[in-house]
Nanobody, 126 residues
């Protein structure tokens, strides 16, 4: 199981970025995929999770209405579209996977996710 995150960068406040998480060695059908982030001096936190089961998507309150998570089964990739970015969104973003099977839901919490990719830096600054 491997996860490759990409798409980070430097963006101005109000701008947008799309992060990608490419999965290899497993199929997304059996896994929930989550995006988490860690800002300097802060604990890692959940941003958004896309469940395999029932198309359920979870968002942290701080990103609701601005971020959208999506799954592309054909590309075995999960995306995080981030709009209206602000300085508080500056962090290293990680994608992670939790094996759930097609019908089980898991909480969008760090402890539920077993496999982690490397991070991608997102910096929001003018």
């Amino acid at each position: 199981v491997q996860l490759q995150a990409s798409g980070g960068g430097l963006v101005q406040p109000g701008g947008s970025l799309r992060l990608s998480c490419v999965a290899s060695g497993f199929t997304l059908d059996d896994y929930a995929i989550g995006w988490f982030r860690q800002a300097p001096g802060k604990e890692r936190e959940a941003v958004s999770c896309a469940q395999s089961a029932y198309g359920v998507k979870d968002y942290a309150d701080s990103v609701k209405g601005r971020f959208t998570i999506s799954r592309d089964k054909a590309k075995n990739t999960v995306y995080l579209q981030m709009n209206s970015l602000n300085a508080a969104d500056t962090a290293v973003y990680y994608c992670a996977a939790a094996r759930t099977g097609p019908y089980t839901l898991v909480a969008c919490k760090i402890d539920e996710y077993t496999y982690w990719g490397q991070g991608t830096q997102v910096t929001v600054s003018s």
